[in-house]
């Protein structure tokens, strides 16, 4: 299984952007995405995850009502909608696929990564 992410770039504090991840397969409808980051010189870090059937969701705190996590299993794809970006959002982003059907915060639940995209914001 591939991951394919895309949407990222540079953008100014404030503004917005929307990543996709798009499976190379039908999998991960029956499992949880999500997405993490890290940035240079920071541990890996959890950012959102979604259940299966999209009907619940986990965020990290600092992401809390900016970013929305929201998935189209019908096109295997998971968005990570993030507005009101600010420049401590400057990671690469990757996104995930669970061994579970609903997932949180653990690294080690997570057994597909993509490739990661580049997301930069400037002040």
């Known amino acids: 299984v591939q991951l394919q992410a895309s949407g990222g770039g540079l953008v100014q504090a404030g503004g917005s952007l929307r990543l996709s991840c798009a499976a190379s397969?039908?999998?991960?409808?029956?499992?949880?995405m999500g997405w993490f980051r890290q940035a240079p010189g920071k541990e890996r870090e959890f950012v959102a995850s979604?259940?299966?059937?999209?009907?619940?969701?986990v965020y990290t705190d600092n992401v809390q009502g900016r970013f929305t996590i929201s998935r189209d299993n019908a096109k295997g794809t998971v968005y990570l909608q993030m507005n009101n970006l600010e420049p401590e959002d400057t990671a690469v982003y990757y996104c995930?696929?669970?061994?579970?059907?609903?997932?949180?915060?653990?690294?080690?639940?997570?057994?597909?990564w993509g490739q990661g995209t580049q997301v930069t914001v400037s002040s």
């Open positions: 995930v696929v669970s061994r579970f059907s609903y997932s949180g915060r653990d690294p080690t639940n997570y057994v597909y």
């Open positions: 979604i259940s299966w059937n999209g009907g619940s969701t």
């Open positions: 397969r039908r999998t991960g409808s029956n499992n949880a």
